[in-house]
């Protein structure tokens, strides 16, 4: 695909270190300073996307590294999330009935499809502010994003809780602002 040959020639600049909020320092282990030389260890087969948190990923051919994810097409990775009815993001960790909804992004419309449950389509807001919306916490950053409504709520609480008035809603991220502390503002 042509990733690896792009990421032979990326250069990182080491001068200093940066841990991000939410990654352990027991993940950083061994021998972190840059090889002198590379060596093949796999093959890029696939690359997938999330759109939405925890639901089933999309394959694409290639994605951008863009500021707010990874992005192909209309497509951004994590940029719609399902929280539960205390606002807070729930996973497929907990609910992996989660992993098998698959979602379908057009330019201005989220379908998302459940075997044995009729298909749901949300328009995506096409918004200038984040004025109005929802804050939510993931992982300790605090995240904003627009309810798309108590129809696709009820349709994704039916199917992760088996209870339409489960309480869940659907959660647009948009390419406005990060809260990210690593992500520009």
């Keep these: ?16 270190v940066v841990i991000m909020p939410g990654v352990a320092k027991s993940a950083l282990q061994g021998d972190l300073t840059m090889p002198s030389q590379w060596r ?12 939405v948190k925890s639901l089933a990923h999309v394959e694409v051919d290639n994605f951008d590294p863009g500021t707010f994810g990874a992005e192909s097409g209309s497509m951004v990775d994590r ?6 009815k205390k606002d807070k993001f ?26 044995g449950m009729e298909d749901i389509s949300v328009k995506i807001p096409n918004v200038n502010s984040l004025e109005g919306c929802t804050e939510f916490d ?4 605090f995240c904003k994003g ?9 349709w994704l609480s039916d199917v992760i809780l088996n209870d339409p008035e489960g309480g869940m809603k659907l959660v647009y991220h948009p390419k406005i602002a990060s809260s990210r502390p690593d992500k520009p503002k």
Excluded: W
């Design 1 to 16: 695909m042509g990733i690896l040959k792009e990421l032979s020639s990326f250069r990182l600049d080491h001068s200093r």
């Design 79 to 84: 940029q719609f999330v399902v929280l539960d």
């Design 146 to 154: 627009f309810d798309l409504g108590p129809e696709v709520g009820e």
């Design 90 to 115: 729930t996973t497929s960790r907990k609910y992996p009935t989660m992993s098998l909804i698959e979602p379908e992004i057009t330019p201005t419309n989220l379908t998302l499809r459940y075997q």
């Design 40 to 51: 093949a260890v796999g093959e890029v087969s696939k690359l997938n996307i999330f759109p």
């Design 138 to 141: 993931i992982f300790g950053d």
